[in-house]
């Protein structure tokens, strides 16, 4: 299998995996806790959680036949151009949840812990499956526009290695969140988010990248120089290890100033998330 096919399905694996096991976390804690009241109350509470996670999953199926109906009437600049448009969301999106990441790291699911037995004890089971809906839609439609943005970054992609990906993605989530919910040491809450953490920012990098390179090809913007170095006689970024680190953040043998201009940028943003926070200062 050629560096392209495994990026991709490291890529995918990665992306399926964590939003994944995030869907699986929201769930479980409304399972958990709608589950304390009784064995009536339980099963319907169940029914309708259920209910929720199936409109969530529909709701995320919808918009990727909808975003593959728009790329399929599309062609030349304007598939480019939308393109470009996904990726660089995809990019955003994965900044920003980072920066969630980081306010929550310290923070704890009380808030959906008490909105899920307040709706199991006055009865309000349509207002349940709509916290279930709404947790499994969102990180449904963050997975496709993921996806979409990263397929359509790289030069071609097969359906069997998307299909197996994915598979893969969701198998390690589901092994995840047992160990999670069994304890596990190695799958401690601190540990899971820094792995997804440092995994988005290095996706989200080679997104920006692809971003920017597909602006060029598209004249919108110019790479302000030539080649400012050449490296590609250490490590090439059209074949192997290279081409891997290429596709999975950005790396580039030969940049110019644009690019490299738009990498850091992208790097220091980033960055901010692992500030330490302001303090204000006491009044005088």
């Known amino acids: 299998m050629s560096a392209n096919l495994y990026l991709q399905s490291f890529e995918i694996a990665s992306v399926v995996w964590r939003e994944t096991f995030e869907a699986l976390l929201v769930v479980g804690i409304l399972l958990t806790w709608s589950l304390r009241e009784g064995p009536s109350a339980q099963r319907t509470a169940v029914g309708w959680i259920a209910a929720g996670v199936a409109s969530g999953i529909l709701f ?25 448009i996904m990726a660089s969301l995809a990019s955003v999106l994965m900044l920003r949840m980072v920066f ?16 899920a037995l307040g709706h199991v004890r006055a009865g309000n089971w349509l207002g349940l499956a709509c916290l279930a809906a709404l947790a499994v839609a969102r990180e449904g439609a963050e997975t496709v526009i993921f996806l979409y943005g990263m397929l359509s970054a790289s030069e071609g992609w097969q359906t069997g290695i998307v299909v197996v990906s994915g598979a893969v993605g969701l198998v390690l989530a589901v092994g ?7 304890g596990a040491a190695m799958a401690s809450k601190k540990v899971l988010s820094r792995i997804s953490q440092a995994l988005l920012i290095i996706l989200g990098s080679g997104l920006a990248m692809t971003v920017i390179d597909k602006s060029i090809s598209l004249g919108i913007m110019t790479p302000l120089t030539a080649p400012l170095w050449d490296l590609s006689w250490l490590l090439d970024d059209g074949r192997g290890a290279g081409a891997f680190l290429a596709g999975l953040a950005g790396y580039r043998a030969r940049p110019e100033l644009l690019p490299l201009l738009g990498i850091g940028a992208y790097w220091l943003t980033a960055s901010l998330a692992y500030m330490p926070p302001l303090r204000e200062k006491a009044p005088a």
């Open 60 to 84: 995320a199926a919808a918009l990727a036949l909808i975003m593959s109906r728009a790329s399929a009437l599309l062609d030349g600049d304007a598939e480019e151009i939308l393109q470009m």
């Open 100 to 115: 969630w990441m980081r306010r929550m790291e310290q923070g704890n699911s009380g808030g959906l812990r008490n909105e």
């Open 176 to 182: 995840t969140f047992w160990a999670f919910r069994t």
